[in-house]
C-alpha cells in the first residue's frame, strides 16, 4: 500500500525553526516528485513547496520564500522541509503529497499523508 | 498566479439528487485540472485529474467536464458519505493554486 506519513509538528514561538519529515512507503520516492501543502485551521489549501525527483527542480510559494528549504533523502525514502523563521500565519496543518506522474504537467496531488499541525504562537 | 473560483460558496442537496460544482480559472489552464474530496479531519483525496479522468477507485457517479477556464464537477446520485468540502486545483502554471473549496451539504 502507498503510504505518506508526516512527523515533526508541534508549537513553536514566533521567529523559531521546526523540521517536518514525510516517509514514504509502497513505492520508491526516488522515482517521484513531491509537494508540501497545508491548511490553516478552517482555511482552504495553499501549496507550499516542490522537489523534483532528481533535486534539480526546487520551487516555493512566495509566502514561505527565504524561510522555508525542502529537501529529500532518498534513501531513507523521506521527505523533509525546514521551516525557518516561522510566523503565526504560518500556522497550519502541513501535507505532504506525491506528484501525480512524472509526466510534464502532471502536477496533481495523490497520495496525501494525514499531515501534522504546526502551531506559531508565544 | 491564477486565481481558481469555485461556486456555489455551500451547496445543499438530497441524497440521492445530482450536485453540481464549478471551478472557474482567471486565465486558461487548458485541461490540467484536478478536483479532490476532504472530509473532517481528513487529508483532501484526489478524484479527477485532467479535468475528466476518474482516479483509482473513484465511483463512477463522479465526472468531471471542462476546459480553458471554466470546469464542472458532476455528482450523478448523492450517497451519505459524498458529503464533504470539494476543491479545484490547477496545476498548468506555477504556482499551483486551489479554489477556495465548495462544501456539499445535506439538504
Known amino acids: 500500500e502507498v503510504q505518506l506519513v508526516e512527523s515533526g509538528g508541534g508549537l513553536v514561538q514566533p521567529g523559531g525553526s521546526l523540521r517536518l519529515s514525510c516517509a514514504a512507503s509502497g513505492f520508491t520516492l526516488s522515482s517521484y516528485s513531491m509537494n508540501w501543502v497545508r491548511q490553516a485551521p478552517g482555511k482552504g489549501l495553499e501549496w507550499v513547496s516542490y522537489i523534483s525527483s532528481t533535486r534539480s527542480t526546487i520551487y516555493y510559494a512566495d509566502s514561505v520564500k527565504g524561510r522555508f528549504t525542502i529537501f529529500r533523502d532518498n534513501a531513507k525514502n523521506s521527505l523533509y522541509l525546514q521551516m525557518n523563521s516561522l510566523r503565526a500565519e504560518d500556522t497550519a496543518v502541513y501535507y505532504c503529497a506525491r506528484r501525480g506522474s512524472e509526466v510534464l504537467y502532471n502536477n496533481w496531488f495523490d497520495p496525501w499523508g494525514q499531515g501534522t499541525l504546526v502551531t506559531v504562537s508565544s | 498566479e491564477i486565481v481558481m473560483t469555485q461556486s456555489p460558496a455551500t451547496l445543499s442537496v438530497s441524497p440521492g439528487e445530482r450536485a453540481t460544482l464549478s471551478c472557474r480559472a482567471s486565465q486558461s489552464v487548458s485541461s490540467n485540472l484536478a478536483w479532490y474530496q476532504q472530509k473532517p479531519g481528513q487529508a483532501p483525496r484526489l478524484l479527477i485529474y485532467g479535468a475528466s479522468t476518474r482516479a483509482t477507485g473513484i465511483p463512477a457517479r463522479f465526472s468531471g467536464s471542462g476546459s480553458g477556464t471554466e470546469f464542472t464537477l458532476t455528482i450523478s446520485s448523492l450517497q451519505s458519505e459524498d458529503f464533504a468540502v470539494y476543491y479545484c486545483?490547477?496545476?498548468?502554471?506555477?504556482?499551483?493554486?486551489f479554489g477556495q473549496g465548495t462544501p456539499l451539504e445535506i439538504k
Open positions: 486545483q490547477q496545476y498548468n502554471n506555477w504556482p499551483m493554486t
